[in-house]
Structures are given as C-alpha cells and as structure tokens.
C-alpha cells in the first residue's frame, strides 16, 4: 500500500466521450504525475503537476488534461476518447525534491469500445 | 529522444540468481530507478542509482554506468513471488519525468 488512491477502478467508455480520472496522493506529497501503460508495455509520462501547475509534458495530445487541488489530489481529463485511449492509466505521487522517488496508485483500467 | 531498452522475458529457477539488463539513451539524466510490477498492480519502487556503482538492498542490487548508459538489477535467492515484471525509468534533468522501458517480465520456475 503506498497510500494513493485512484478512482474509478475500472471504466468502459465508447469512441468519442470524455472521462475523468481521480487521483490523491500520499499524505505530504506536493507532486503528482500521471502515466498511461498499455498492456505488455512500460508506463508512458502524460503531465505531472506540482503547486497547481503543469510542471513538465509528455508526447500527449491536447485533449489529454489534468488539475490539481489544493489538497494535491488530481484529476486527469480526456476529450473525445479514441480506441487506442484502451489502458491503465497510473498516477503517482511524490514530494519535490532531489530524489521524489515516485509512488504509484493501483490505477484506472479504462476500456474503450 | 529517449530510448531504454530491455529484455522482453526472461525465465530462471527458484534460488537461482538473475540480471536484467537495461541500456538507455536519454537527452538528460537525473537518475534510473527500477520498479517491480505484478500483473494487474501498481509499480512498486525497488532501487534508486544516480552514480555509478552498485547499490545493494537485502536480495536486491542495482548497478549503474552512466558512461555506457548501463544499469542492471540483480536479484538473488529467487522466489516464487518474484515472477513479475521489471521496470527500468530514466529521469529528465528536471526532474519530472520517468522514461519507462517496456518492462522484462520475469518467471521464476520451481
């Protein structure tokens, strides 16, 4: 248990939607950043945000979005859900520094029809 | 770019020891972490390198050689719960962003 928290679990949207994920982080975590991992494959960096704020994007379009609260928790936000939008998508928390090692959620597993 | 590569599967025996290897080419580094993922589970944290040499943690080593943009873990005295798959990340300079390889999934035999 690393003390983040995602939600939903799982979710079945079809092409063209839009849905959001919930994350909260580790109590004393300012930072958090959210990874979507297709299966058989390595977690791809989509944003992080830290203080409210993007703080560093990866290669995810537009439509791919998030906040973050006062509370550090966080959402994340896709528009017009694609078929290749299929994935679990982590988010993990860390506190900004020198090392932030991350801690990861035990993810969303969204399906798109 | 960012570029890690790894072995997509390995197999060893139980008690024995493993290496999985990881070579990376990065634009930046601030760091390589290894995370060990079981099927249908979050990533959990296992070693952390920054510079190079070995860093050992109970039946868990991590090497790094930034020269040769190298790590390894190693894992001794295997156990069945140690079947899972192996995460190599490279850290941006900024420190904000994991780069994962695709992960070596691991299956350790009786």
């Known amino acids: 248990e690393t003390g983040v928290t995602q939600s939903p679990t799982h979710l079945i949207k079809t092409r063209g939607q839009q849905v959001t994920l919930r994350c909260s982080s580790q109590?004393?975590?300012?930072?958090v950043s959210w990874y979507q991992q297709a299966l058989g494959q390595g977690p791809q960096f989509i944003f992080q945000?830290?203080?409210?704020?993007?703080?560093g994007r990866g290669n995810f379009p537009p439509r791919f979005s998030g906040l973050q609260f006062p509370n550090y928790s966080s959402e994340l936000n896709v528009n017009a859900l694609e078929l290749d939008d299929s994935a679990l998508y982590l988010c993990?928390?860390?506190?900004?520094?020198?090392?932030?090692?991350?801690?990861f959620g035990p993810g969303t597993r969204l399906t798109v029809l | 770019g960012q570029n890690i590569d790894q072995p997509t599967e390995m197999t060893a025996t139980e008690g024995a020891i493993v290496q999985i290897n990881c070579t990376y080419q990065?634009?930046?580094?601030?760091?390589l972490f290894w995370y060990q993922q079981h099927a249908g589970e979050a990533p959990t944290f296992l070693s952390y390198?920054?510079?190079?040499g070995l860093e050992e943690k109970g039946r868990f080593s991590s090497f790094l050689s930034r020269s040769k943009g190298y790590s390894y873990l190693l894992l001794k005295e295997l156990q069945m719960k140690d079947s899972a798959s192996y995460l190599c990340a490279v850290r941006d300079n900024a420190g904000n962003m994991l780069t994962f390889g695709g992960g070596t999934r691991l299956m350790v035999k009786p």
């Open positions: 945000y830290y203080r409210e704020e993007e703080n």
């Open positions: 990065t634009s930046g580094f601030n760091g």
């Open positions: 109590s004393g975590h300012n930072t």
């Open positions: 390198n920054v510079l190079d």
């Open positions: 993990a928390s860390s506190r900004q520094g020198t090392y932030n090692e991350q801690f």
